[in-house]
C-alpha cells in the first residue's frame, strides 16, 4: 500500500513517516544554532562530478534551438563546493539527490534525501564529531516533542534513539576504527600489501571473484560487501575510517599516501553517511575523473559530463582546509523510526 494512504485511513499519527519530518526539522535546528548557512541547490545540471559507482539520470531539455542534454543531481556536492571556493563559509544542504543503476531494495530509493555540509579549517576528525553531535542533538530533539511521543509509538522510540538512557547507547555501542584494521582482523591480510601492484586482483581471483574487465575500484568493493561489510553489520554503531586512495578521488590524500582521510558511518548495519577531509589538488581530481569516464567508455557504461566548472573552483579558491560529509537522511530517519525498509519513512517510494 503506499504510504500516504494511510492518512486517509486514519492512521496517520502512528505512521513513522512522522520522525522523518522532525528528523529533518532537527537538522536545520543544528546548523541553525551553528551559524552555518542553509544552501538550496540546484537538481538539474549540464554537468556533474565523474565518481566510480556513482550513476546519473539523463534527461533533456527541449528548447527552440534543439535542446540541451542535463542530467539530475547524484548530490549537492558539486553546488556547495562551488560557494566554498567563492567564501560562503560553512553551510549545508538539505537536498533531493537522484542514483541511477542502484538495485531496489530495503535501504535504496532512486530519489532520496542529501543532507551534506562542509567546514572550513577542519578535518575528516572534526567532521567525525560533527556527525557524532548531531546525532545526539536528534535524539535529545525528538525526546524533547512531547507531542511526538504521543502520537508515536513511545516503546519503539524509546528503545531506537541512540542516546545514553537504552538499549542504542552511544557512549557504550560506538566504535571507531581503522579499515586497515579490519581487513587484518577479517582476512588476516595486510592492507597496505593489497594496495601495492597487483595484488588485490590476484588476492580477490583466489578467493574466486570476477576480475576480468574490472578495474581496481570493482575488485575491491566486492571484496569489502562481501568480507568486510558482514563484520561491520554485526556492530550497531561504528565508524570506519581512512579509506584506499585509489578509490577516494575527492578526499585528501594522507600522510600516508597510500589512504585518504574518508570515513564511513554505520548504524545497524546501514551506511548512513561518507566523508572526508577536501582535497584542494584539482589536477589530481581532474585525472581521477578523466580515468573514470575512459573507463566507462571503453566498456560502454553509463556516463555523465564531467564537471569541468567544479575543477575550476577548486583550482581558484581561498581555502586552505575543509571538510565535508553526506548524510543520508531517509536512512537516519530510519534508525529513530526503528524500520527495516526505507518504504516505511516515505510518503512516495518508489
Known amino acids: ?16 513517516f512522522w520522525i522523518r519530518e522532525y528528523v529533518i526539522r532537527a537538522i536545520r535546528a543544528f546548523f541553525v544554532e551553528r551559524n552555518f548557512r542553509e544552501v538550496i541547490t540546484p537538481i538539474l545540471a549540464y554537468n556533474l562530478p565523474l565518481e566510480p559507482t556513482l550513476y546519473s539520470f539523463r534527461t533533456q531539455w527541449n528548447t527552440s534551438d534543439g535542446g540541451k542534454v542535463l542530467y539530475l543531481n547524484t548530490s549537492p556536492e558539486s553546488s556547495l563546493k562551488k560557494l566554498i571556493a567563492a567564501g560562503i563559509g560553512n553551510c549545508f544542504s538539505i537536498s533531493h539527490s ?17 543532507l551534506e ?26 525526546q524533547n516533542n512531547n507531542n511526538l511521543w504521543k502520537k508515536y509509538n513511545k516503546k519503539i522510540c524509546k528503545n531506537t534513539i541512540p542516546d545514553g538512557s537504552n538499549s542504542f547507547n552511544m557512549e557504550k555501542k560506538y566504535r571507531e576504527v581503522t579499515l586497515k584494521h579490519l581487513f587484518k582482523k577479517v582476512l588476516n591480510v595486510d592492507l597496505d600489501f593489497l594496495i601495492q601492484g597487483n595484488n588485490l586482483r590476484e588476492y580477490c581471483e583466489k578467493k574466486g571473484y570476477v576480475t576480468r574487465n574490472y578495474n581496481w575500484e570493482a575488485w575491491f568493493n566486492q571484496l569489502f560487501l562481501n568480507e568486510i561489510e558482514p563484520y561491520i553489520v554485526k556492530n550497531r554503531f561504528i565508524t570506519v575510517k581512512d579509506y584506499p586512495a585509489k578509490i577516494s578521488p575527492l578526499c585528501k590524500i594522507s600522510k600516508n599516501p597510500n589512504y585518504a582521510e574518508r570515513f564511513e558511518l554505520y548504524i545497524k548495519g546501514m551506511e548512513i553517511g561518507n566523508g572526508c577531509s577536501e582535497p584542494l589538488d584539482y589536477k589530481r581530481i581532474c585525472s581521477m575523473f578523466e580515468m573514470e569516464e575512459k573507463y566507462r567508455t571503453e566498456n560502454k557504461a553509463s556516463t555523465h559530463a564531467i564537471d569541468y566548472s567544479l575543477l575550476d573552483a577548486i583550482k581558484n579558491t581561498s581555502v586552505k582546509k575543509y571538510a565535508g560529509i553526506g548524510v543520508g537522511v ?19 517510494p518508489l
Open 98 to 114: 537522484f542514483r541511477n543503476l542502484e538495485s531496489s531494495s530495503r535501504t535504496h530509493n532512486p530519489e532520496f534525501l542529501m
Open 1 to 16: 500500500m503506499d504510504s500516504w494512504k494511510l492518512i486517509k485511513q486514519g492512521k496517520k499519527e502512528k505512521y513513522p
Open 330 to 348: 531517509d536512512r537516519l530517519a530510519m534508525i529513530f523510526a526503528d524500520v527495516t525498509d526505507i518504504k516505511d519513512i516515505l510518503f512516495f
Open 117 to 142: 555540509w562542509y567546514r572550513i579549517d577542519s578535518d575528516y576528525k572534526d567532521i567525525i564529531n560533527d556527525t557524532l553531535d548531531l546525532i545526539r542533538y536528534i535524539s535529545e530533539y525528538l
